[in-house]
T-cell receptor, first 113, second 113 residues
Framework: GAGVSQSPRYKVAKRGQDVALRCDPI?????LFWYQQALGQGPEFLTY????????KSGLPSDRFFAERPEGSVSTLKIQRTQQEDSAVYLC???????????FGSGTRLTVV | GESVGLHLPTLSVQEGDNSIINCAYS??????FIWYKQESGKGPQFIID?????DKRQGQRVTVLLNKTVKHLSLQIAATQPGDSAVYFC????????????FGRGTSLIVHP
């Protein structure tokens, strides 16, 4: 597709449940980023991939958060044993290697109840 | 006028007025800056960027000004329209790094018809 696609758009999880959020970047974009955006705040960096290599995961808030991109295209952000404080919008972005242009998806809104 | 809301600073303007949104960045090593517009339920959308070797850049109806001395960016929107209503974020990228955008707090722009 023409843009970054994220699914699901909305996810409600019971506290303690595991969730998996998917990101389909723009074809040809080797760099992929995950951000967490709490209500009323700016996006906070979580992790960054270049192709299948996870080059920076310094923003992951705990070891319950795990991201992968095994074939260098689709990426999955997994959150284990979800907690209420994990409720946020999770944004994925990919970057055009030619001009550093970033394109964001519409995000997945996770609500932990 | 400008006011501090519960979460985000808010700027209210009348349609047709010019808007100025300000941003202070934190890292003197940052050398690439991007302004994003985020509408409700969507991911951030690229508006305009500027590199640190410039102090002004113009786009269609938008101008970004960079003052490296005081680490300040501004986004000027000419002839503001109701469709400009959104949250605006500046993001900085640090020289020599992986160009991972670090977002500021954001400003909510409300345009009254």
């Amino acid at each position: 597709g023409a843009g970054v696609s994220q699914s699901p758009r909305y996810k409600v999880a019971k506290r303690g449940q595991d969730v998996a959020l998917r990101c389909d970047p723009i074809s040809g974009h080797v760099s992929l980023f995950w951000y967490q955006q709490a209500l009323g705040q700016g996006p906070e960096f979580l992790t960054y991939f270049q192709n299948e290599a996870q080059l920076d995961k310094s923003g992951l808030p705990s070891d319950r958060f795990f991201a992968e991109r095994p074939e260098g295209s689709v990426s999955t952000l997994k959150i284990q044993r979800t907690q209420q404080e994990d409720s946020a919008v999770y944004l994925c972005a990919s970057r055009d290697p030619a001009n550093y242009g970033y394109t964001f998806g519409s995000g997945t809104r996770l609500t932990v109840v | 006028g400008e006011s501090v809301g519960l979460h985000l600073p808010t700027l209210s303007v009348q349609e047709g007025d010019n808007s100025i949104i300000n941003c202070a960045y934190s890292n003197s090593a940052s050398d690439y800056f991007i302004w994003y517009k985020q509408e409700s339920g969507k991911g951030p959308q690229f508006i305009i960027d500027i590199r640190s070797n410039m102090d002004k850049r113009q786009g269609q109806r938008v101008t970004v000004l960079l003052n490296k001395t005081v680490k300040h960016l501004s986004l000027q929107i000419a002839a503001t329209q109701p469709g400009d209503s959104a949250v605006y974020f500046c993001a900085e990228n640090i020289s020599g790094g992986s160009y991972i955008p670090t977002f500021g707090r954001g400003t909510s722009l409300i345009v009254h018809p």
